[in-house]
Nanobody, 122 residues
Framework: QAQLVESGGGLVQAGGSLRLSCLAS????????MGWFRQAPGKEREFVAV????????YNVDSVKGRFTISRDNAKNTVYLQMNSLTPDDTAVYYC???????????????WGQGTQVTVSS
C-alpha cells in the first residue's frame, strides 16, 4: 500500500515561485531515487528532476534552465521541488515518482503520485 501524495501546486503569475512536496507512505523510500515528471495537454510525459538516495541530483537542463532545485528529507520520507522564475511553459500536471535506480525514463519508476496541477499565467 505504498503511496506518493503531491502537494503545493496551484495558480501563480509568471515570474513567481512554487514549492512542490511529495510525501511517501506505506514503506520507507530512503534507498530509492525519487523525483518529478510533468505532462502538459497533448504532450508526452517529460522528465524534470530526480534525486538519488544520497542526495545526488539529476536535472533536465533544457526544461529547468537553472530555475528548479530538487531536494529530499529521508527522515520525513519526502522530496521537494523548488520552482522559481516560472513561465507559462511550465504549466502542466506534475507527478512525483519513486524507483530503485537513478534514471530519467518514466518506465524505470515503480511508484507514482496522483499529480498536482501547476498553472502559470502571463
Amino acid at each position: 500500500q505504498a503511496q506518493l501524495v503531491e502537494s503545493g501546486g496551484g495558480l501563480v503569475q509568471a515570474g513567481g515561485s512554487l514549492r512542490l512536496s511529495c510525501l511517501a507512505s506505506g514503506r520507507t523510500f530512503s534507498s530509492y531515487t525519487m523525483g518529478w515528471f510533468r505532462q502538459a495537454p497533448g504532450k508526452e510525459r517529460e522528465f524534470v528532476a530526480v534525486i538519488r538516495w544520497d542526495g545526488a541530483p539529476l536535472y533536465n537542463v533544457d526544461s529547468v534552465k537553472g530555475r528548479f532545485t530538487i531536494s529530499r528529507d529521508n527522515a520525513k520520507n519526502t522530496v521537494y521541488l523548488q520552482m522559481n522564475s516560472l513561465t507559462p511553459d511550465d504549466t502542466a500536471v506534475y507527478y512525483c515518482a519513486a524507483g530503485p535506480i537513478l534514471a530519467t525514463s518514466p518506465s524505470r519508476y515503480n511508484y507514482w503520485g496522483q499529480g498536482t496541477q501547476v498553472t502559470v499565467s502571463s
